[in-house]
């Protein structure tokens, strides 16, 4: 399917690996030019390199990280004219309920919460001027499904998803297209290192964690990059005009709500 993007520009945040690198992969597979992002140049680069070499798009990586000022700073010096914005960055750590100070709470929110909005404000209003744009951000299945001990996630990615519902709906009619895009378990470092957690907190063998996390999705499996990244791009494409302000979930059916 032609998603109707090619030659666009896209800023692609926390893309050097996982959701944020499939994201990154199927936008260029439909012909979007790129700005990834990372905080580490080795892997980004390589990221980069493997775009390019798989869909002939220009590639331009920034090394930085994207929830400082600083960081910022540098990717949208890079940036040039963006057409598409993917918003992303890591998850906060894992705890519990009454040990979170102010401080986490700060640290969560700058990430998963204010970076996005400081993105937002400084690209939207150019694909405004120009009458056609798109944002997607990454937040999770936690918006809609709270995890306990993802509690720090759960309230920064509620605060952005209030923004978003109202933004989305100030910035339509000027041809910028905002929605959330929520994942559920996919199949990388993070979902790892939280398997990981849960094994030696529970003291049970990672392997039996795998498959117990397996068989409680009703499609006996987790999601993976490639197929986030695809939802992605079609969130971009010029399909998606009247779609505003939506969260979408993929999690595989393992939230049980009927809406
Ligand atoms: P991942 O596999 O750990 O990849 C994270 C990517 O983001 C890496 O490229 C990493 O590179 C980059 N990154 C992290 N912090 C950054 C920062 N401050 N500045 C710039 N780049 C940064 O994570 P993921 O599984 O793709 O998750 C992406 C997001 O989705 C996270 O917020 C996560 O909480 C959320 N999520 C994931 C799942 C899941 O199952 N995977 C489920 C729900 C929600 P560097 O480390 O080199 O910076």
Redesign the pocket.
Known sequence: MDLGIKGKRALV??????????CAMKLAEAGVNLVI????????EA?AAEIREATGVEVTAV??????EE?RAKVLEACGEIDILVN?????PPGMWQDWEREDFIKALD??ML?PIALIKALVPGMMERGWGRVVN?????VKSPIGI?GL?NSA?AGLTGYVAGTSRQVASSGVVMNNL?????????????AKGTSAKEGIPYEEVIAKRNAANPTGR??T?EE?GATCAFMCSQYVGFMIGQNILLDGGVGNTTM
């Not at 090394?63 to 400082?68: F, P, R």
């Not at 990454?138 to 936690?142: A, K």
């Not at 929520?182 to 939280?194: C, F, I, K, Q, Y």
Request: positive net charge; contains cysteine; charged residues 15%.
């Open positions: 945040c926390a893309s050097s690996k996982g959701l944020g690198k499939g992002n990372a905080r580490g140049a080795e892997a980004l990221t090394a930085a990280d994207i929830t400082s960081g992303n960055a890591g998850g906060p990430s998963n970076t990454i937040t999770s299945q936690s993802l996630s990615r929520l994942p559920g378990l996919h199949e990388t470092d993070r979902a790892v290192s939280l987790i999601g990059a986030f």
